[in-house]
C-alpha cells in the first residue's frame, strides 16, 4: 500500500531507529528458549493477591475519582510517600520536588525533552543503560563515554570529559544496567567533587538500588552531594536529578516511576508532560498507593530479594563450574544483571546465533557502547528464569564458549 | 535554591508553555465553583462496579502477565477487538494498523515526533483542539487556519490553504472540541476530494464520534476516503490517520486510546513509542478488554448517551431562557461541549474573571485560535455538571452577560 505518508517523516526518525533489545526480545520469546536477554521481573514475585485487594478497595472508596482525569504531577498521596521514604533513606524533599511518570523511560525522554539541543554532550558510563541512549537519540545527543571497571565508572577518567562543556552526566550507581557493577563510595564522593568543580549537574537513575543481596546500601549520589553542598546535609541541593521506578519493586506492566528534581524543572518536566501524555494513569497510581502504604513494600522487597539472590548464586556458581577461563563475568550485589567479558577474539553477536539454535539466549554487549566497542561482551539476566532453567541455559552456554575457544586454537 | 539546571534548558522549552486550560482549571478546582471549563466526562457513568469485576478476572486469570512489561504496540486482542469494531462501523483495518497510545494526548506527541520538522505547516480548522496544538507547538509546527461554521470546517477555504504545502490536515469531523460542531456529509466528501487532489494527507480525531444524542451517524473521513480511492471502499486506504480513544467511552484515569495508520506508519510510532515510554499500561489495556468485551460498550454507550443528552438539553434550554440575545451559541448533536459567541465588544477572559468571583467557570475562546482571534468567544462543557448545576451556573453566567450588555449600552 503506497500512502502520502513515508515522504513526510520528520528529520529526526533518521536517529529513531527501533531498539536492538527489543527486536532481539522477539527473537527469544518462543516459549522452549531459556532466555536471559530480557529485562524483566520474575513474574513469581508479582504481589497478585495484594494487587487484587488494593483493586476492590481504591473502587469501593474512590473508584470515580481513580478513573476520572488527574493533575499533571501525579496524586499527592502518592508524591507524599515517595518524599516521605527519601527523606528516610536519602535527602529531605518535598512532594513538589517529585513528578510521576509512565516508567523510568518517560522520565528519560522528557528530560531530553527540557534539556538536550541538537549536538549537545552527555557524558555516560560505557558500557551504559540502552534505553536512556534511545530515549537522547531521537534529540540528537552526542555521548562522551568515561569507561568502567568493576567498581563502576572510572571516575578519574572523568575530568578529561567534564572540559569539552557536557550538559550533564548520567550514572546508574547501583547494580548497574547492563554490568551490574556497583559504583563505590569512594568513587561516588569524587564522582560529586568533580561535578561541582566543573559544574555539571548529576543524572542519577536508580530502578534498583533497594534490591541489594550482599553487603551495606551505599548512599546515593543526590545525598553525597547535598552534603557536599552543606553542613546539616539532609536538604535536597537540587544539583542532581534522582530517578526511580515502581516497576522493580511492584510491578513494571503499571509503567510507574518518578524523577526527584528541582522545583523548577519540575515545572518544565510537567510542561513536557501535558504535551506528551496529559498525566499518568489515575487509577495506577491509586492501585500503587494502596499497595504499597503500611509498610508492605519494605516487606515485599526482602521477599524479591530473597528470590533474586538464589538466582544469582545459582548463575554465578554454574558459571563457575562449566564457563572456560577465557571467559570472565561480573559479580553484582544486587539488580538483574551481570556482564560477561568472552575473548578479545570471541564475537558475541555471533555466538548468540548458534546460541539461539541451541534455545538460549542473552544480549551482546555492543548496543551498550554509546561510541564503539564491547563486541566480546554480553547482557546476562538472572532475575527472569529459574534456578533449574538457569542451570540449565548456562550449562549450554558454556559448552557453547568452550567449543568457540577449541576451535580458535 | 540556585541550581545548575536552569541555564541548561533546550531551545524547545520556550515553545513548551504551560497548557491555558490545565492552569485554569486549578482556578476552577474550589468545590463551591459550578465548572463548565473542564472536559471532563460524568463521574456517575463511570462503571465502577464492571471495572471491579474486571480487575478481579484479570488477576486472577492473567495476573502476573497483566503485571508484566508488554510489547510496544499493545496488547493483542485489545488491538484486534478495535479491529473488529472499526470494520464494523467504518473500514476494514488489521491489528497491525493499530497502535494503543496512553491517552490521545500520546498519539498527536507522536504525530508531531514522526512528522513534524520545524516551521513544517499544518492545516488546522480554527478553533481547533488545543492538546494537539500545545503537542506540535514542541515540535515547532506552524499553522495555517481555515475558519469553521455550524457546519466545522468551511472546507471551500481549505484549498488556498493547500496551495500553501502543508504536511497534513487536523480535523475534528465529530462534536469538535471546543465548538461541537459537526463536519457536514457534503464537506467531508469534499475534504477527501481536495486532499486527494494536493496528495495532502488528513489526520481524522474523533474521541466523541460514539456520543451522539440526535440525528444520524456520519460516515467517518477515513471511510469516505477509502471508498474514493477504490470501487470495493471498504479497505483502509492509508490516507487518514485516525484516532480515537477509551477516555470518553470507559474512563480517562485509564489513559488509553488508539491510532489507525498504515502498518509502515505503526512501525514509525512504535519506535516513537519505544524511546517514549516502551509500552502503555500492560494491566489497564487488559482491564480496557475485559470490560469491554461481550458488547459491554455499546450498552454503556447508550447510558452515556441518554446522561449527557439530558445535560445538554437543560444547557440549551436555560441559555434560550437567561441569555441576552447578543449572545450565540452552537446546539452539538453530541459530545461534551458547545460554543458561546458573545458580542464582539466583549471580552471572554475579561468575563471570565467576574464569573468566576459567581462561582461559574467556563474557558475563553482565544486559546484555541492558533493564529489569533476569537476573544469573545468560550467553551462550555455540559457532560460533567449534574443538570442542576447546569441550570444554576448558565443563569449566573445570563445574568452576567445581561448586566455587561447593559453596562455597554
Given at each position: 500500500m503506497q500512502t502520502p505518508w513515508e515522504y513526510r517523516y520528520a528529520n529526526r526518525t533518521k536517529r529513531m531507529g527501533s531498539s536492538v533489545i527489543r527486536e532481539l526480545l522477539k527473537l527469544t520469546e518462543q516459549p522452549d528458549i531459556i532466555s536471559f536477554a530480557g529485562g524483566l521481573p520474575a513474574p513469581e514475585v508479582f504481589p497478585v493477591q495484594q494487587f487484587q485487594e488494593a483493586c476492590n478497595i481504591v473502587l469501593q472508596t474512590i473508584g470515580a475519582q481513580a478513573l476520572q482525569y488527574s493533575t499533571t504531577e501525579g496524586l499527592f498521596p502518592l508524591r507524599e510517600m515517595i518524599a516521605r521514604h527519601t527523606g528516610r533513606y536519602s535527602v529531605t524533599v518535598d512532594p513538589d520536588n517529585i513528578l510521576i511518570t509512565s516508567g523510568s523511560q518517560q522520565a528519560l525522554d522528557f528530560i531530553g525533552?527540557?534539556?538536550?539541543?541538537?549536538?549537545?554532550?552527555?557524558?555516560?558510563?560505557?558500557?551504559?543503560?540502552?534505553?536512556?541512549?534511545?530515549?537522547?537519540?531521537?534529540?540528537?545527543?552526542q555521548y562522551i563515554s568515561v569507561r568502567s571497571d568493576e567498581h563502576g565508572m572510572?571516575?578519574?577518567?572523568?575530568?578529561?570529559?567534564?572540559?569539552?562543556?557536557?550538559?550533564?552526566?548520567?550514572?546508574?550507581?547501583?547494580?548497574?544496567?547492563?554490568?551490574?557493577?556497583?559504583?563505590?563510595?569512594?568513587?561516588?564522593?569524587?564522582?560529586?567533587?568533580?561535578?561541582?568543580?566543573?559544574?555539571?549537574?548529576?543524572?542519577?537513575?536508580?530502578?534498583?538500588?533497594?534490591?541489594?543481596?550482599?553487603?551495606?546500601?551505599?548512599?546515593?549520589?543526590?545525598?553525597?552531594?547535598?552534603?557536599?553542598?552543606?553542613?546539616?546535609?539532609?536538604?535536597?541541593?537540587?544539583?542532581?536529578?534522582?530517578?526511580?521506578?515502581?516497576?522493580?519493586?511492584?510491578?513494571?506492566?503499571?509503567?510507574l516511576a518518578w524523577v526527584i528534581a528541582p522545583q523548577e524543572?519540575?515545572?518544565?518536566?510537567?510542561?513536557?508532560?501535558?504535551?506528551?501524555?496529559?498525566?499518568?494513569?489515575?487509577?495506577?497510581?491509586?492501585?500503587?498507593?494502596?499497595?504499597?502504604?503500611?509498610?508492605?513494600?519494605?516487606?515485599?522487597?526482602?521477599?524479591?530479594?530473597?528470590?533474586?539472590?538464589?538466582?544469582?548464586?545459582?548463575?554465578?556458581?554454574?558459571m563457575e563450574e562449566v564457563f572456560p577461563t577465557e571467559v570472565r563475568w561480573t559479580r553484582p550485589d544486587g539488580g538483574m544483571f551481570l556482564w560477561g567479558i568472552l575473548p578479545e577474539w570471541m564475537d558475541a553477536a555471533e555466538a548468540l546465533k548458534t546460541a539461539i539454535e541451541r534455545k538460549v539466549a542473552f544480549v551482546p554487549g555492543r548496543a551498550f557502547h554509546p561510541t564503539g566497542g564491547g563486541d566480546n561482551t554480553m547482557r546476562i539476566n538472572f532475575s527472569f528464569s529459574n534456578p533449574n532453567d538457569i542451570r540449565e541455559g548456562i550449562t549450554r552456554l558454556g559448552i557453547l564458549f568452550k567449543e568457540l575457544v577449541a576451535k580458535h586454537k
Open positions: 525533552r527540557v534539556f538536550i539541543n541538537q549536538g549537545d554532550h552527555i557524558v555516560v558510563e560505557s558500557p551504559t543503560y540502552l534505553g536512556a541512549l534511545q530515549a537522547w537519540n531521537a534529540y540528537g545527543a572510572i571516575v578519574d577518567e572523568l575530568e578529561t570529559a567534564l572540559r569539552i562543556g557536557p550538559k550533564f552526566i548520567y550514572v546508574l550507581p547501583n547494580f548497574q544496567n547492563p554490568t551490574g557493577t556497583t559504583l563505590s563510595l569512594d568513587r561516588r564522593h569524587q564522582l560529586v567533587e568533580l561535578a561541582d568543580r566543573y559544574g555539571v549537574p548529576i543524572i542519577e537513575d536508580d530502578p534498583y538500588g533497594q534490591l541489594r543481596y550482599e553487603g551495606e546500601h551505599l548512599p546515593s549520589v543526590v545525598m553525597i552531594d547535598s552534603q557536599h553542598q552543606s553542613d546539616n546535609g539532609h536538604t535536597y541541593s537540587g544539583n542532581v536529578i534522582y530517578m526511580s521506578t515502581f516497576s522493580k519493586l511492584l510491578a513494571p506492566g503499571l509503567r524543572v519540575i515545572r518544565k518536566l510537567v510542561q513536557a508532560k501535558q504535551a506528551a501524555d496529559l498525566h499518568t494513569s489515575t487509577f495506577n497510581q491509586a492501585v500503587a498507593f494502596e499497595v504499597s502504604k503500611n509498610g508492605f513494600l519494605d516487606e515485599h522487597v526482602k521477599f524479591i530479594c530473597q528470590v533474586y539472590k538464589e538466582r544469582r548464586d545459582v548463575m554465578l556458581e554454574t
